[in-house]
């Protein structure tokens, strides 16, 4: 098993060594890539490790020990599975629980027999949205006319108010200001617990700025910070992942602008824009469904028997 008991945390310094992994196979699941990983670090208590294959996630939500799909190459990914389980038997005693595969993943170690005394079950509440983004910039077509009449009202309303700006480091007492607004006026029902968890990782980003690589947009509105996103870019797969993003309900077509604006501003070269999961708030599903996705990113979770 090598360095695979040598678990770490994902702290602010290891995104280059992530990276590295990242790229071995394609992978459009948000949790594929360090920035998602880093903002969810304390709510999965998670921990990673390397060896000559891999890098492993391992996590324990609940009590519970289970893993997140290894980053490795494709041909490498039964060998790499195989390590995981006998790492739990061996190590763990006890079964393998992983969570959040990918089709590919799944499709590869079915082929292979390695999921013949698994049960595999979609997690419909975790399936990533994924969207052309040249769509999302440009709001084209009959499908997404309402998106852009919202937008147009937006921009016929707040004229010569509102600006688009890519922010940084210097920003962020602003946008935590900003955030603190937003938790006390957004607060709602949290399925899965993990609002709180995501403040913390949010202002763990904040804290670690300089560190991580990542981009920032906001929107003004008569010069005071109403809107803004963190996202980042995977340019082997041409997807930017759009992580974080809060606005001003009370501005009507706010968050139609960001969204449009930081792909336009920030992502030029993306062709796919991933805008993660809906945690299974119907509000939020019917929200990502309505700006009509190439497709849903599937994910499931493997249960040894």
Same mark, same amino acid.
């Given at each position: 098993m090598g360095n695979i008991m040598n678990l770490k945390p994902i702290s602010p310094f290891v995104q280059e060594e992530f990276? @590295? *992994?990242e790229k071995l196979r394609p992978i459009f699941t948000s949790?594929?890539?360090f920035l998602n990983q880093f903002l969810w670090e304390h709510y999965y208590t998670? @921990? *990673?490790a390397v060896d000559d294959l891999a890098l492993y996630l391992f996590i324990n939500k609940n009590n519970r020990a289970a893993a997140f799909p290894p980053l490795c190459k494709e041909e490498d990914l039964p060998e790499v599975f195989h390590r995981i389980e006998t790492y739990f038997h061996e190590k763990k005693e006890k079964k393998l629980t992983l969570y959040l595969a990918d089709t590919r993943l799944v499709d590869v170690l079915k082929e292979k027999g390695c999921l013949d005394n698994y049960e595999i079950e979609?997690?419909?509440?975790s399936f990533d949205y994924i969207y052309d983004a040249e769509k999302l910039r440009t709001l084209s077509g009959r499908a997404l006319h309402k998106k852009k009449n919202l937008l147009n009202g937006f921009l016929r309303e707040y004229e010569g108010h509102f600006e688009y700006e890519t922010l940084g480091c210097a920003n962020i007492k602003e946008i935590e200001e900003f955030h603190e607004k937003w938790l006390d006026e957004r607060r709602i029902y949290d399925k899965y617990n993990c609002i709180d968890d995501e403040e913390e990782g949010i202002y763990r980003l904040f804290g670690n700025c300089h560190s991580i690589r990542c981009k920032v947009g906001g929107? #003004? !509105?008569d010069g005071e910070l109403k809107a803004y996103t963190i996202g980042s870019y995977?340019?082997? !797969?041409?997807?930017a992942f759009i992580h974080i993003e809060k606005a001003d309900v009370n501005y009507h077509g706010l968050y139609n602008y960001i969204n449009q604006q930081f792909i336009i501003h920030e992502f030029p070269d993306a062709k796919l824009v991933n805008r993660e999961d809906d945690l299974g708030q119907e509000n939020l599903r019917q929200a990502k469904l309505s700006y009509r996705p190439? #497709?849903?990113e599937e994910k499931f979770t493997l249960r040894e028997k």
């Open positions: 990276s @590295k *992994y949790e594929g890539h998670t @921990k *990673y979609p997690d419909r509440d929107v #003004r !509105i995977a340019p082997d !797969i041409q997807c190439l #497709r849903l």
